[in-house]
Every structure is written in C-alpha cells, then in structure tokens.
C-alpha cells in the first residue's frame, strides 16, 4: 500500500481522514488489564515495547543530566524524551541525522519520543511573535531569528527520528480565557496540517488536546483531537500553573473522551502524586524534568517528604536517602556522603541524586502498573496518596529550609 498516495477518502459526500494510511501498523496498543479507569497495556514502538503506564524521564539536550544510558537502562527507564527546539538550535537536526538520527547519535537504544518546539518557543514570550501560519522567535543561546510552523516542525522531528513525535501546538496561559479560545482553534488547524506533513511511516505522530482550565474548551479539543487519525492522543497545557483541582477536573473531563484504543499522554506532569492521580485517570504516558531538577537543586524524594540534602542537619546523617528505596545510591551511600559532595560541589552528587530521584518514580509507576494487572489498584490507591501526598513534601520541604 502506498502510504503517500492520500490522505483523504470519499465518505459518503465528504472526505475524511484514511486512517489506514496514517496510523502506521507498528504502533499497536494493547489493553492488559483495567481497573475502573486506570489502565495497563502495550505500546509496540520500531525500538521496542512500551510497558504503560510509563514514564519518562527527560533528556532535553540528548542526554538525561549526569546519567549514562548504561545508567538509564539499570534504573528501568524505557521511553525517554528530548527537545525538539534544544536540539534544533544545537547541535542542529540535519547534523543529528547526519550522524545516523538521535537513538544513534545519543546512544539510547528504545523508545524515544520528542516534542515539538511549540512548548519552548512559547515560553519565550519576550522574544517571540505568533502568527497563524506558525511562531517566528529568537534563539536563547545567540539570538538569531528562527521560524517555526507545524510543516517546520515536523521536518524537524523527522530529522532526529523518534519513535514518537508530537503536533505543532499552541500552550496558553491557563488564567486567560479569552486567548485560550484563540490558541486552541489555532491547535486544531495546527494539528491536521501537522498530520498533512507527517510522512515517516516509523513515526507516530500523536495529536495534543488543549483548552486550558475551561472544561467547555477541553471537550471541545478532546472531540476535535480524537477525530483526527492519530495513534496517540496527548492532553497538553497542564502543570502550568493551575491548581491541582482544575487539573483533576480538566483530566476527569477529557480522558472520557478519548479513544479507549489510543495511548494518551500527560505532557510534563509531574510529582508521585500527579502520577498516581494520572493513572487513576486513564493516563498511560508521562514525562518530566522534576527528577532531575530536583537532583541538581539537591532535593531528594524520599518516603518522609522531599529531602533537601543539603541541610546541615544530615552532615553527621549515616542514614541513606531513604531506609525504604532499593536504588544503588540508597543501597550504597549515606546522606553525609551525598551532602559532603554537595558541599565540595563534586559532579557526582547529581548523579546519585537523579539516579534515585528517577528511581523513585519508575518504581512507582511499574508498582502501579502491577497492581492494575493484579486488581488490586483500587485497594493500594490511599496508601501511595498517604505517602506521596505533595502537602507532606512541602512541609517537609519548608523544614529543611
Ligand atoms: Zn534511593
């Protein structure tokens, strides 16, 4: 079958997407148990099965900060993300697919996934003017002047290769209703000409719901987005300074509107608690950069609240990070040593804390994902709230301060 050929067929009187020829057949999903809403499955991917949920830490410079992929495969990592306009600005994408495209270039031999730039370039609001054709800005790292458009993008994202790769879209701010409204309309026409310029059929290009915190607005997008033949479908504009109310209420909105046979995927979200919540939701996909920018602000995650080792109180500490962590710096090193590197500011602080930090989160989630599988979610949901609830992590965070 010739993928190119079209992307449309004739039904009936109008023309819809061929879903056929779009959603390439490697990119199988498969539900392995449910429980109420949280879900356990298979994301088969051209770099291997994705056991979701999952979660993936973030390499937004082709590399997860202080590890090595030896380091990231101990830890249990699969799918790992990386950033579309970082690596666009630098090294290039062109010299990336140079060098073979981004698996080979970083090393990283499963899954990887990028974004599309939309959320960097937005973020620049000083330097950046958004049109509906796409965003002109300039870079962070010399200043020259850069465009961007859902075609650019994707041409972009084809150069570094990632098994999966996201839409062109627009994040507002959440508290401004009014441009929310414009910003998702501009989403929706910036997704079907996303899916136009997609071509690698070893690609999945997933669609990204927006609408900020108006549910209205939310099912909309989820209604427009889940029309579209993409493999996967994403919520994005969350962990963007709303409340976590308004996101448990916007993902308690949008998830039942989702295609039951698609991965979906919480960009940029969050603590152990976001995850638990997520999953609770009908999440199957999440990233972010909380443990790794955690590790190199000294913070740890730990069973009694967020540790910040370098507290004086843990300097004569021969406690690991936490009594209850299986992870090689728990299981190795005590806080005094951790917080003695800190205080040489030796390099290697920040590997043993991202490892653990990293740890944590994989491990809850292939905990939660069992327990899905077993049925016994439900029964172990309180306890992982009790012990991840982000009240605790701020007072303790406030007591080590
Ligand atoms: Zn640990």
């Not at 101990?74 to 990336?96: F, I, K, Q, W």
């Not at 955690?294 to 690991?320: C, I, Q, T, W």
């Amino acid at each position: 079958m010739d993928f190119h050929r079209t992307r449309f067929l004739m039904i009936g009187k109008s023309y819809r997407w061929d879903i056929s020829l779009i959603i390439p057949p490697m990119f199988e999903f498969n539900l392995v148990a449910r429980q109420d809403n949280a879900r356990a499955g298979t994301f088969q991917t051209p770099h291997g099965e994705l056991r979701t949920p999952v979660f993936a830490p973030v390499g937004t410079q082709a590399t997860v900060k202080t590890l090595t992929p030896d380091q990231l495969e101990d830890l249990g990592a699969s799918l790992v993300l990386s950033n579309t306009y970082h690596l666009y600005l630098r090294p290039g994408d062109e010299l990336v697919a140079e060098m073979g495209g981004l698996h080979e270039f970083m090393q990283w031999p499963q899954p990887l996934l990028t974004d599309s730039g939309g959320y960097q370039v937005f973020s620049l609001s000083d330097t950046r003017k958004i049109d509906d054709d796409g965003v002109t800005f300039k870079s962070h790292v010399d200043g020259s002047t850069h465009r961007f458009t859902p075609e650019r993008s994707i041409q972009i994202q084809k150069n570094l290769g990632a098994d999966i790769i996201m839409v062109f879209d627009e994040c507002s701010d959440p508290n401004d209703r009014d441009y929310t409204r414009i910003a998702m309309e501009r989403t929706h026409r910036w997704a079907e000409r996303s899916l136009q310029a997609h071509r690698r059929t070893d690609q999945a290009l997933f669609g990204i719901v927006q609408g900020g915190v108006d549910l209205d607005l939310r099912v909309k997008s989820a209604e427009f987005i889940s029309s579209l033949p993409f493999p996967g479908i994403a919520i994005g504009g969350l962990s963007v300074g709303e409340t976590k109310a308004e996101m448990h209420a916007t993902l308690d909105v949008v998830t039942p509107l989702l295609p039951e046979n698609k991965p979906r995927y919480l960009m940029g979200v969050g603590t152990p608690e976001d995850l638990i919540q997520g999953i609770a939701r009908g999440i199957d996909i999440f990233d972010c950069v909380l443990p790794t920018r955690l590790a190199r602000h000294n913070a740890a995650f730990s069973s009694e609240g967020r540790l910040n080792l370098m507290n004086a109180v843990y300097a004569r500490d021969p406690r690991p990070i936490d009594e209850t962590c299986g992870c090689y710096t728990c299981r190795t090193f005590t806080r005094a040593y951790i917080r003695h590197l800190i205080s040489a500011k030796e390099s290697l602080a920040g590997t043993l804390l991202s490892i653990h930090n990293l740890h944590t989160m994989i491990s809850l989630v292939n905990e939660i994902r069992a327990a899905i599988i077993e049925g016994t979610f439900e029964s172990k949901i309180s306890l992982w709230l009790e012990q991840w609830h982000g009240n605790a992590e701020r007072v303790k965070m406030k007591a080590d301060q």
